[in-house]
């Protein structure tokens, strides 16, 4: 599984749709309409998918090159799938230094993906930041909103088994 792409199916639920439509009629003449319609299609979608950018362009008149561009400047957009679970680990110089790099590499290990990907049943995202300021607690990984410090490789493989061991997308 590490180091193959892994491709998502696109699955649009009816409200999703008709959600997009109703922001895309509101604005479908509005100077400047390109980032609030991404913004919300990547509320509503939780990633923006090619064919969703698509049909933007095509509401809104715009080249999708530039609606593409848009969203690529942009760190807040993302064009894969996010799982359940979205899983950060700190890698800022704090967390580094007191064995960062070791969980994310057993994290790793354990989901079968590298930092940026997500799980292919969607379950977690795997991704590595900078600094989330809280050093005095490094090292520092977040589950969602939870955050979790003073981790050691031992604390930071029952917070991994902790989430292993949910189902379903109720947590």
Do not use: H, W
Not at 125 to 146: D, F, H, K, Y
Request: aromatic share 8%.
């Amino acid at each position: 599984m590490i180091g193959q792409t892994v491709v998502f199916e696109f699955i649009e639920t009816t409200s999703q749709a008709e959600e997009l439509a109703a922001v895309l009629e509101r604005l479908k003449n509005q100077a400047g309409g390109q980032m609030p319609a991404l913004q919300e299609a990547q509320r509503i979608y939780g990633y923006l998918p090619i064919e969703v950018l698509q049909r933007i362009a095509k509401e809104l008149a715009v080249p999708l090159e530039k609606l593409y561009s848009t969203a690529t400047f942009y760190s807040q957009f993302t064009f894969v799938p996010k799982g359940e679970y979205t899983i950060s680990i700190c890698m800022g110089t704090a967390c580094y230094v007191k064995g960062a790099g070791n969980i994310l590499d057993s994290y790793e290990l354990e989901l079968g993906i590298k930092a940026g990907e997500t799980t292919t049943d969607r379950k977690f995202t795997l991704e590595s930041c900078r600094c989330i300021g809280a050093c005095g607690l490094a090292p520092v990984l977040t589950v969602n909103e939870e955050v979790y410090g003073r981790l050691t490789q031992k604390k930071g493989d029952k917070v991994l088994a902790t989430y292993l061991k949910r189902g379903g997308t109720d947590g």
